[in-house]
């Protein structure tokens, strides 16, 4: 049965879809309903439909094996990239759906090891990344839930995992792999191994260790070769040498080939003079033509193997912040399908909390009194809810602005979102605007 959550989507366009009847309680309802219909998280037991502009596998919800390639290569042909936004909050996250629905279009979600800790609460012991792993999977579950409900496909990733990190990937795959057992699909979509800071053959090595077993319940890897500048969750690149923050063609292609030995299923993150964080223009310059290159000398080297566009590999583009779109569309020609957000939406966030405040600045100060009177209660104003909402705002308006610059708009084919119905305010009225 194909009743989907495109049910819900379409109810405006007059679309059949389930509703019961006025008198059925609401006790017979949940148990008359299927969890789809219910608009609860399926876990395995609902077919989700397709998209009408993305191939039939691509569906709503956290995708992972033959549909998460098909999308990345949709893109690749198409020439768009997604945005992969860290998250570090239920917030957060619920702003990426929200954005991706409203741009009609896909996004990667992902959480960085300290990330995944503070999802988790930072007043836990992680101890053997217990604490990072646990978050890591709490906001998994959280984006699979809500995935389906925004009804736009997602692709749930981890971000930068050094050597020593290597235990906080072990217990996510142990995760994915039980999920895997009870679902048939691993709970997350792909992870990224970063050892660039070990030599090549250590790096390759490793990571081939980690597809074999990724590969069998349909996780993609992503592998960092050189080194991303700049400082971001804590890894700490501001003052390594400038040869090392370009990849060469060569080196590219020995991963490509020793990659390719175990599966297709992985992505690259190349350096071209990429830097975590947004500084002021240096002496580190974006030289994208380095892809470029790298897919032309790869071509070259395998021949008739080479797809038909000559771009063998998928790039993935780090350090994106405060980049030029120039150089961005230019890496998008060159076979990038994703770019990491993270600085810019820390801005946007902090952004949105920072406007409410100076707007409200006389509300917030006590719990009681403002300029309305002494007596006054504030607590319309300082209920966190109202920041926090402030703060997504801005952050769907700036990826807004990301989304446009990937070419990454209308890819879903979705009707336009309409305004959310039946939202529930604040019990005493809403703010002054
Ligand atoms: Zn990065």
Redesign the pocket.
């Known amino acids: 049965m194909k009743v989907s959550i495109f049910a819900s989507l379409f109810l405006a366009a007059g679309a059949a879809a389930f509703a019961p009847a006025a008198s059925t309680s609401r006790l017979s309802v949940v148990l008359k309903g299927t969890a789809n219909e219910l608009g609860i998280p399926c876990e395995d037991e609902c077919a989700l439909e397709s998209f009408p502009n993305l191939p039939p596998s691509v569906h709503p919800g956290v995708l992972s094996g033959q549909a998460q390639m098909d999308l990345l290569q949709h893109a690749k042909e198409n020439g768009y990239a997604i945005p992969a936004v860290n998250c570090v909050s239920s917030s957060g996250i619920n702003a990426c759906l929200e954005a991706a629905r409203k741009n009609d279009a896909p996004i990667i979600i992902q959480f960085s090891s300290g990330g995944s800790q503070f999802y988790g609460g930072k007043g836990l012991d992680n101890s053997n990344y217990a604490a990072a792993i646990a978050g890591a999977v709490s906001g998994a579950f959280h984006v699979r839930t809500m995935a389906e409900q925004y009804g736009v496909p997602v692709i749930l990733h981890t971000?930068?995992c050094a050597k020593k990190l290597l235990p906080w990937i072990d217990g996510l795959l142990a995760a994915s792999e039980r999920y895997y057992e009870q679902h048939g699909e691993p709970l997350f979509s792909s992870h990224m191994i970063d050892l660039s800071e070990e030599p090549i053959e250590e790096n390759i090595e490793i990571c081939k260790n980690y597809m074999e077993r990724m590969s069998k319940i349909g996780l993609l890897l992503e592998m960092e070769l050189g080194i991303?500048g700049g400082e971001?969750d804590g890894v700490d690149n501001t003052d390594v040498a400038l040869e090392d923050l370009y990849s060469k063609p060569e080196e590219i292609y020995q991963v490509y080939e020793e990659l390719e030995k175990v599966s297709p299923m992985y992505t690259i993150a190349a350096a071209f003079g990429n830097v975590?964080g947004v500084y002021k223009p240096g002496n580190v310059k974006l030289e994208p033509e380095i892809l470029n290159r790298a897919q032309g000398y790869i071509s070259e080297k395998i021949g008739d193997k080479a797809p038909e566009d000559k771009k063998p590999v998928m790039f993935v583009f780090?350090?994106g912040s405060g980049s030029d779109v120039s150089d961005i569309q230019n890496a998008i020609d060159y076979g990038v399908i994703k770019m990491?957000i993270d600085t810019d939406t820390q801005w946007s966030y902090w952004e949105g909390i920072k406007n409410f405040e100076a707007k409200y600045h006389d509300y917030l100060q006590g719990q009681i009194g403002n300029p309305e009177g002494d007596d006054k209660p504030n607590k319309k104003y300082y209920d966190p809810r109202e920041c926090m909402r402030a703060a997504e705002v801005t952050t769907v308006e700036r990826l807004g602005q990301a989304y446009a610059d990937l070419k990454c708009q209308n890819i879903l084919g979705l009707p336009q979102m309409a305004d959310a119905e039946n939202v529930l305010g604040p019990r005493r009225g809403g703010l002054p605007v």
């Open positions: 971000d930068h991303t971001e975590h780090h350090g990491n």
